[in-house]
C-alpha cells in the first residue's frame, strides 16, 4: 500500500481550517473559545464571523454552559479549548448541561494526549476518551491527520447531538485524501491482510503504518484499521476483520484504561474472544519531553505495535 | 376579584401542590419551593410572554425561563402543569418511576416547559447567557429569566458567568436570587457567608433591584420594571428575598425543610393552612 505523504500538518489546524468552512456555508454555527484562539487556530472563524464568535476568557465552565444555551434557538454551537480542558475540568457541565440535556453541541478539543509535549503532565489527558465515551449519548471522534480532522469537523455540524472532537498539537504526516467524505461511525481500513488485525487511532495511525513497514520485513502481512470514531464503535468492520486474522493490537494516544482498547476488547469479550494486545499508556502520568522522545518512552511508536503485533501472533 | 388576589389564590394552589408532592413519594425539596411559589405565579401568569399549549425547545418569539437551582422542582412542575404546559394530573408522578416529573428537572422524558437539566448547582446562568446570546442572534426580542439560589452563589461557575454577562453586557437577561438565607447545612451566614452580594453583582456590572419575593403586588411590578430595564446595557439582578417554607408556619423560617418531606400529620397541618382554590390534581 502506498501512503503518500502531501505535508505535514497539525489537526488543530485542519479543525480551524473546517470551523472556518462551515462558518462560510452554515449560518447556524457558532464558535465559542476560553482564551486559546490561537491555539485551536479558530482566529479565521473569530474574525471573519465576529458575532457569531464569543471569547469567554478562561472559564471553560461557563463556556460550556453558553454553548448549551445556545443551542437552545437552534445554534450549533462549537467549542474550543485543550482536551484537558474540553473534559475533565467542565465533566459535570458536559454531563448535565449537554449530554443529559441533549444539546447539540461539539466539543473541540485540542492538544490531547502527550503529543502535546513539553508543557508536562498537567495539560497532557489520557484520560479524556474515557470519560467521554461513558456518557451516555455522547460521540466520540479522533481523526488521525489535518485531512480527516477538517472533514470531521465539518461532518459532525450534520450530525445532531452532542460530540467530543479529540485531536493535537504537533505537525504530523498528513495523507489521507483531502476531499474525503467522512463518515462517523464508519471504520476505514487503510491497509488489507491476514495475520493480525491492528486498530488505531489518532495520531497512533501514522505510527501503525510505519509499523507496517517493520512488520513486512518479519513476513507479517497486517490489516490495518483507522478507527476514527470511538463512539459508536464500528462492531461490524471490527468482528469482520478479527474473524479473518485471529488477533488483535489496538494503539492509541490514551490510558489503557477507558479507551479505544477497553472498547475493543469489551466487544471480543462479549463475540469474540481471541489474543489480544493493547499499545497505550499504562497507567501512568506524562511528563515534559518532545513529543516523539514522549511517545517512544511512553510505548507509542512503531516499534513498540510491531513488538505488540509478534507478541498478539505468537498467542493465537 | 382583583389581579393579585386572583394571583395570591394560584400561590396558594401551587403550594397545595408543593406539600402533596413532596408527601406523595416522601423525598423532594418543599421549603425553596414554598418560598418561591409567589414568584413562579407572576412569571408564569403574568409576566412571561410565553405559549403553554404549544411547547417548543426554542421557544421562538417567547420569553424563556431557566430554573438552575433544580431541586424546587416541586414549585416549578406545578407552575408548569397549572398555566397549562402539562395536565395537572401528572403532579401525582412525581419522583415516581417512568415520571416526566423526575428528581430535578429534565429534558430527557421531554416533559414541557423544561429545556435543561438542572440540579447540580452553578450551571443555569451560563445556559441563561447561551440562551440570551441566542435570542440576540436570532433578532427575537424577547427576555431571557434565570432563577438561583442564594447558596448557589458559592458555586465558582456562578462568578465565571456573571462576570462574562457584565462585561458582556448581556442586557435581554433578568436573573433572580431566591435571598432565603438557608441552605441544607444551616443558615448562609453560617455555612459560607456571601458577604455583600448586591455589591458583588454591582462590582461585576450587573443592576440590583432588592425585592420582596413574598409581596406579589411588588413581585409583578418590578418583574414589569425589569422588563422595561432590559436592553439597556446591563444585565439586572433581583435579588429576591423570601421566607423558606413560607405559607407553612411550622415550615418558615429554618432550613431544616429544606429536603424533608411532611408525614401524614403535617400533610394535614399544612394543607389546612392552604385553601384549595383551584382544585386539587
Known amino acids: 500500500m502506498d501512503f503518500k505523504i502531501q505535508n505535514h500538518q497539525d489537526t488543530r489546524s485542519g479543525f480551524g481550517d473546517g470551523l472556518y468552512e462551515l462558518g462560510k456555508t452554515n449560518p447556524r454555527i457558532v464558535g465559542l473559545c476560553a482564551d486559546l484562539i490561537g491555539s485551536l487556530k479558530m482566529g479565521a472563524f473569530a474574525n471573519e464571523f465576529p458575532d457569531r464568535f464569543f471569547q469567554t476568557g478562561i472559564s471553560e465552565a461557563n463556556m460550556m454552559g453558553m454553548a448549551a444555551g445556545l443551542t437552545i434557538g437552534g445554534f450549533i454551537p462549537f467549542t474550543g479549548t485543550f482536551a484537558n480542558f474540553s473534559t475533565g475540568r467542565v465533566y459535570d457541565q458536559i454531563r448535565q448541561s449537554i449530554a443529559y440535556s441533549g444539546k447539540n453541541v461539539k466539543i473541540c478539543a485540542s492538544h490531547a494526549g502527550i503529543t502535546l509535549g513539553e508543557d508536562g503532565a498537567t495539560h497532557q489527558i489520557l484520560e479524556d476518551i474515557g470519560l467521554m465515551k461513558m456518557l451516555p449519548g455522547m460521540t ?121 482498547g477497553e472498547s475493543i476488547a469489551g466487544l471480543l469479550a462479549r463475540q469474540l474472544p481471541l489474543p489480544m494486545e493493547m499499545v497505550a499508556v499504562n497507567d501512568r502520568f506524562g511528563q515534559s519531553g518532545t513529543p516523539d522522545q514522549l511517545m517512544e518512552a511512553y510505548g507509542l511508536d512503531a516499534d513498540h505495535i510491531a513488538e505488540a503485533v509478534q507478541k498478539v501472533i505468537a498467542r493465537k | ?101 423526575q428528581g430535578h428537572p429534565a429534558t430527557l422524558e421531554e416533559l414541557p416547559g423544561v429545556r435543561v437539566a438542572s440540579g447540580s448547582l452553578g450551571q443555569g446562568l451560563s445556559v441563561a447567557i447561551g440562551a440570551a446570546l441566542a435570542k440576540r442572534l436570532n433578532n427575537d426580542p424577547s427576555l431571557v429569566f434565570v432563577l438561583m439560589g442564594d447558596g448557589e452563589q458559592q458555586e465558582g461557575q456562578i462568578w465565571e458567568a456573571a462576570l462574562h454577562a457584565g462585561s458582556r453586557k448581556i442586557d435581554n437577561l433578568i436573573a433572580i436570587i431566591d435571598y432565603n438565607g438557608q441552605q441544607i447545612d444551616g ?73 424533608i418531606p411532611p408525614n401524614d400529620e403535617q400533610l394535614a397541618d399544612a394543607l389546612s393552612q392552604l385553601e384549595e382554590t383551584l382544585g386539587d390534581y
Open chain 2, 187 to 259: 443558615a448562609v451566614d453560617d455555612v459560607m457567608p456571601l458577604g455583600d452580594l448586591k455589591g458583588k453583582y454591582e462590582s461585576f456590572g450587573w443592576k440590583v433591584i432588592p425585592i420582596n419575593g413574598n409581596d406579589m403586588q411588588q413581585l409583578i411590578k418590578e418583574l414589569k420594571m425589569a422588563r422595561q430595564g432590559a436592553n439597556k446595557g446591563v444585565p439586572q439582578l433581583l435579588l429576591m428575598k423570601t421566607e423558606m417554607g413560607q405559607g407553612v408556619d411550622f415550615m418558615m423560617g429554618s432550613h431544616k425543610w429544606h429536603g
Open chain 2, 1 to 101: 376579584m382583583s389581579d393579585i388576589t386572583k394571583f395570591q389564590r394560584i400561590a396558594t394552589q401551587i403550594r397545595r401542590d408543593i406539600v402533596r408532592m413532596v408527601h406523595a413519594c416522601q423525598s423532594g425539596h418543599p421549603g425553596g419551593s414554598l418560598g418561591c411559589a409567589d414568584l413562579f405565579t407572576a412569571l408564569y401568569f403574568s409576566e412571561l410572554n410565553h405559549r403553554p399549549d404549544h411547547f417548543t425547545m426554542d421557544g421562538e418569539g417567547e420569553d424563556l425561563f431557566f430554573l438552575s437551582n433544580g431541586h424546587i422542582s416541586p414549585v416549578f412542575y406545578s407552575a408548569l402543569a397549572r398555566s397549562g404546559y402539562f395536565p395537572v394530573s401528572e403532579l401525582a408522578s412525581f419522583r415516581k418511576i417512568h415520571s416526566r416529573l
Open chain 1, 140 to 260: 466520540v471522534i479522533v481523526p488521525c491527520d489535518y485531512n480527516q480532522t477538517k472533514a470531521a469537523t465539518i461532518a459532525i455540524a450534520e450530525h445532531t447531538g452532542p460530540v467530543y472532537l479529540r485531536f493535537g498539537r504537533p505537525k504530523v504526516p498528513n495523507f489521507t485524501p483531502a476531499d474525503q467524505q467522512f463518515e462517523i461511525g464508519k471504520a476505514i481500513t487503510l491497509k488489507p491482510g491476514r495475520d493480525v488485525t491492528i486498530i488505531a487511532t489518532g495520531h497512533l495511525v501514522w505510527k501503525a503504518i510505519e509499523a507496517l513497514t517493520i512488520l513486512k520485513e518479519k513476513g507479517i502481512d497486517a490489516e490495518l484499521i483507522n478507527l476514527h470514531t470511538i463512539k459508536p464503535l464500528d462492531e461490524e468492520a471490527v468482528l469482520a476483520s478479527v474473524a479473518k486474522t485471529r488477533c488483535v493490537v489496538t494503539a492509541e494516544e490514551h490510558q489503557q484504561y477507558g479507551g479505544l
